[in-house]
C-alpha cells in the first residue's frame, strides 16, 4: 500500500491492518512531539518549524476527498476516527502525556476539518497554550479563541464527543440510544404479547417493534460493540423478553457481518424477537417452573412453535415479512433441539440457522430456575462443538468471530490473582483485550474498576498481565451488565 493509500485508509477508518495501525501511531507521536515542544519554545522558533511542517504536509494526506480526521481518547486509549489505537513502548508514554494535556484542558480530543497550513497549525498552538492559568473553562477559551482567530481547519472535542461547532461525534448520544433501543424492544415485546388478543393494539405495538429494529439496524451498522454489551442484561423474571431482545440483537449482528441488506436484516430481526412467540401457549406452571421438567412438560414445550405459528396467522396480513417469521418461529429448533419434529429436509431457510445460534448462546449464558449460565467461551465452545450438526457450522464459525474468543463481559481471571470484565477487544489481538479490573488479587473490590490493556507491554518487552482462565460471574454474586455499563454512561 502506498503512502497516500495508507494515509487515506487511516482517514476513512479502515485500519484493521498493522500497516494502517502503524501510520496511525507515527502521525499521533509527531503531533504529540510537536504539542510537547511548543508548549516550552516560541512558535517560530527552529525545534517548532520542523514538525509544524511535517505536520501541515501530513493532514494534507489524511484529509484527500474531503476526509475529516479525528483523534478521540476515553478512558486513557486512543481512538483515531472511532477505532482504537493500540498503543505501547515509547509510543505509549509519549501519546499518554498527549492525553493529559488534553485532559488539563478539558478535551476529549481534536478534530482535523481538512489540509491544515503551517501558519494555521501555529494558529491553532497559539490558541492551544494560550490558556491562562486559573480558567474555570480552558475548552471554553480554546474555542473561543479558534473562532476570533477564523480557521475552520482545525477544532476541538469535549470529552464525551462534543465538539466546538455543528460538527460533533456522538459518543455518549451512541450509548444512550442503543441502552434506550434495548430497552423499547423488550417493552414493546412484552406489550405485544400480553395484549395479544387485542387486535388493534397488537397492530400499534407491532408496527413500532419494526421501527425499534430499524433503529438497531442503522445503530450497529457504524457501531456494533455497543450491543455486544446489552447481550450481557439478564432477567430471569422477565426472560421471555430480554432474552427476545437478545437474540434479535445477536440476529441482526451476525446478518451484519454476513452482509445482509437492511430490508432483509428487518426480517430478520423482527422474526428473532418474536422467536419464542408459541411459549405464551404453554401453561403456566410449566413457563415458570423451577425444577427439570417431567415428560409432559417436555412434550408440551415442543409444540410451542405450533403454537407460535397459530398466533402468527391471526395477523391475516400475509406478506413477506410475516412468512419470514412463520418460518423462523416453526423451524429454528427443528436441527438443534429436536422439535416440532425430529427431523426435516435439508435446507431449513438462513434465518432460521441464524436465530437457532443466537437463541441457543443466549440461552446458554443465561442463569434459569433449572440450571446454572454458562460463561461465554463456554457456549461458543458447546456450539463449535455441535457445529454441523445441531447447528450450521459456517454461521457458527462467523457468530465465533463476531463474538471474539473471550466476548465481551467475560468475568476472567488473571494469572495476577485479579478478577476482570473483558472490556473492548481489537480484533488484530483477540486473546489480549481491554480488562476491567473489578477485585484485586487479595478479593477486594475496586471502586469503579479499573481499565488495563492486556496488550501492552512492559519496560522488558514482557506483558505484566495475561489471561488465566474464565470465571462464572454469577457464582461469585457479580452482576456483569452493572459493572460494564457504569464507566459506559459515566
Known amino acids: ?11 476513512s477508518g479502515q485500519q484493521e491492518g498493522g500497516e494502517s495501525q502503524e501510520e496511525a501511531r507515527k502521525f499521533l507521536m509527531a503531533l504529540a512531539q510537536l504539542v510537547s515542544v511548543s508548549r516550552f519554545h516560541q512558535l517560530d522558533n527552529e525545534a517548532v518549524r520542523a514538525p509544524l511542517a511535517l505536520i501541515s504536509e501530513w493532514t494534507g494526506r489524511l484529509c484527500t476527498g474531503g476526509e475529516k480526521f479525528t483523534i478521540f481518547t476515553g478512558d486513557g486509549q486512543v481512538f483515531v476516527n472511532s477505532k482504537r489505537l493500540r498503543l505501547s513502548g515509547g509510543a505509549y508514554k509519549m501519546i499518554q502525556g498527549f492525553i493529559q494535556v488534553l485532559g488539563q484542558r478539558k478535551l476529549g480530543g481534536i478534530e482535523i476539518r481538512g489540509p491544515v497550513s503551517v501558519e494555521c497549525m501555529r494558529s491553532f498552538l497559539a490558541c492551544f497554550n494560550g490558556v491562562p492559568r486559573g480558567t474555570e473553562d480552558p475548552a471554553g477559551f480554546i474555542e473561543k479563541s479558534i473562532a476570533e482567530s477564523g480557521f475552520g481547519e482545525l477544532g476541538i472535542l469535549r470529552p464525551g464527543g462534543q465538539g466546538g461547532g455543528k460538527d460533533r461525534i456522538h459518543v455518549a448520544d451512541d450509548i444512550e440510544l442503543a441502552a434506550l433501543l434495548y430497552a423499547k424492544a423488550v417493552v414493546l415485546l412484552r406489550e405485544t404479547v400480553r395484549n395479544w388478543e387485542n387486535e388493534e393494539t397488537r397492530n400499534y405495538l407491532g408496527a413500532r417493534a419494526t421501527r425499534v429494529i430499524q433503529g438497531i439496524i442503522a445503530l450497529a451498522e457504524r457501531n456494533s460493540g455497543l450491543f455486544l454489551w446489552l447481550v450481557n442484561v439478564k432477567n430471569d423474571g422477565e426472560y421471555l423478553y430480554t432474552h427476545g431482545a437478545n437474540v434479535a440483537l445477536l440476529s441482526i449482528l ?35 417452573k423451577e425444577g427439570r421438567f417431567s415428560d409432559e412438560d417436555l412434550r408440551a414445550m415442543k409444540r410451542h412453535p405450533i403454537h407460535g405459528v397459530n398466533l402468527l396467522l391471526q395477523l391475516k396480513r400475509f406478506n413477506h415479512s410475516l412468512l419470514n417469521r412463520l418460518v423462523v418461529v416453526f423451524e429454528h429448533n427443528i436441527v438443534s433441539n429436536g422439535y416440532p419434529r425430529s427431523s426435516w429436509p435439508r435446507g431449513l431457510h438462513i434465518y432460521s440457522r441464524i436465530v437457532a445460534i443466537a437463541d441457543a448462546y443466549d440461552a446458554m449464558t443465561t442463569r434459569r430456575p433449572f440450571r446454572p449460565a454458562r460463561t461465554p467461551d463456554e457456549a461458543l465452545r458447546e456450539l463449535r462443538e455441535n457445529a454441523g450438526n445441531r447447528y450450521d457450522g459456517d454461521l457458527v464459525a462467523v457468530f465465533a468471530n463476531v463474538m471474539g474468543i473471550y466476548p465481551l463481559g467475560t ?13 473492548h477487544v481489537d480484533p488484530a489481538a483477540p486473546r489480549r483485550p481491554l480488562v476491567k479490573v473489578i477485585r484485586a488479587a487479595d478479593g477486594s473490590a475496586i471502586p469503579g474498576g479499573k481499565i488495563i490493556d492486556l496488550g501492552e507491554c512492559d519496560g522488558s518487552g514482557a506483558w505484566p498481565r495475561s489471561i488465566a482462565g474464565t470465571v462464572d460471574a454469577v457464582s461469585l454474586g457479580i452482576k456483569v451488565s452493572s459493572y460494564l455499563w457504569e464507566s459506559k454512561t459515566a
Do not use: K, W
Not at 500500500?1 to 482517514?11: H, N
Open 1 to 11: 500500500m502506498s503512502e497516500t493509500q495508507t494515509s487515506t485508509a487511516i482517514a
Open 254 to 288: 451476525l446478518g451484519l457481518r454476513l452482509g445482509i441488506d437492511r430490508n432483509r436484516l428487518c426480517d430478520l430481526g423482527a422474526a428473532a424477537l418474536f422467536h419464542d412467540l408459541g411459549r405464551i401457549g404453554l401453561p403456566e406452571e410449566v413457563r415458570s
Open 411 to 423: 468475568l476472567v481471571r488473571l494469572d495476577t490473582g485479579e478478577l476482570a470484565l473483558v472490556y
